[in-house]
């Protein structure tokens, strides 16, 4: 699972949002860098624009300095799609593409955003050696998509409320279908860091998945398998804040173990346009 999937940008039932037109029309602008150790090791980047009737995300994400050692990391993904009725985000299209490692990808997916059933799909896998890709049937190509997934939960302005007991959807990423659990039950005060633009009080979601169809397994007899990225099954904590100008929770921390201590994944810039407002800017100063 790549890292702006598990940090933000990483984003239900009917959502109880303030109805399609209360939505203003705003383009948010985030970035997040992670950190191992005092070092940045990842970049990610994003790009919303969304109204009452429709949204589009993009967002960037990839390796650097030191953690380039290890492999080549990159991943860049897209969702558009409309205001859909019953008062969610609904996607018509979601593609995402890169690699991990010698492992490349790219998917391109076509949504009928009235009952979520992929009508195109559009794949071309570049597998690493001793592993091969479990196909997702057509009949199980259905769910949102991941990027739609967290824009909603973005947007709900009863965040902590539909989200303190156990919320579950179903996701198609193109390479596997999951279900998705969030569990946003707990609250956690994030002090002053230079390394984020963001300070205050935070809920906090427990994020999980379970893998229902497609993947990547091993084929080398002698290797155990092990829950990986590309299954979207492994647990995550992922901490969520108010920001000036936008009505919503946004993902503002997350960290998670890699072996050789954690990953922390900050919000170090933020911009958001809106077209009743100025332009509202925050700019992490810190230099790594």
């Excluded at 904590?237 to 993902?251: A, E």
Aim: proline fraction near 3%; hydrophobic fraction near 35%.
């Amino acid at each position: 699972m790549n890292i702006f999937i598990r940090a933000a940008f990483i984003f239900g039932l009917c959502f109880s949002i303030a109805n399609a037109q209360n939505i203003p029309s705003q383009k948010i602008n985030l970035k997040y860098k992670a950190y191992w150790g005092g070092f940045v090791v990842a970049e990610i980047e994003s790009e919303t624009t969304l109204d009452h009737s429709s949204y589009k995300i993009k967002a960037n994400y990839s390796v650097k300095g030191i953690a380039s050692i290890i492999g080549k990391m990159e991943n860049s993904t897209m969702a558009r799609g409309i205001m859909h009725r019953t008062g969610e985000y609904r996607p018509e299209y979601y593609e995402s593409r890169g690699n991990f490692g010698k492992f490349n990808y790219v998917n391109q997916v076509t949504f009928n955003p009235d009952n979520l059933m992929v009508t195109d799909h559009v794949q071309d896998l570049e597998l690493r050696e001793k592993t091969e890709y479990i196909p997702v049937s057509k009949l199980d190509r259905h769910g949102i998509d991941p990027m739609t997934l967290y824009l909603n939960m973005i947007v709900n302005r009863n965040f902590e409320r539909d989200y303190k007991n156990e919320f579950r959807r179903r996701q198609f990423g193109g390479i596997f279908v999951s279900r998705q659990s969030f569990i946003c039950d707990e609250k956690d005060d994030l002090d002053k860091t230079g390394r984020s633009v963001f300070k205050g009080e935070t809920v906090v979601c427990k994020i999980d998945g379970e893998l229902l169809a497609g993947g990547i397994r091993s084929t080398d007899p002698k290797k155990k398998r092990r829950r990986g990225r590309e299954d979207d099954d492994q647990d995550s904590r992922l901490w969520f804040g108010k920001m000036d100008g936008f009505g919503g929770m946004l993902p503002v921390y997350t960290e998670f173990p890699i072996g050789w201590g954690k990953v922390r994944i900050y919000l170090s810039e933020f911009n958001i346009e809106d077209v009743t407002t100025p332009v509202i800017t925050a700019t992490n100063q810190n230099v790594d």
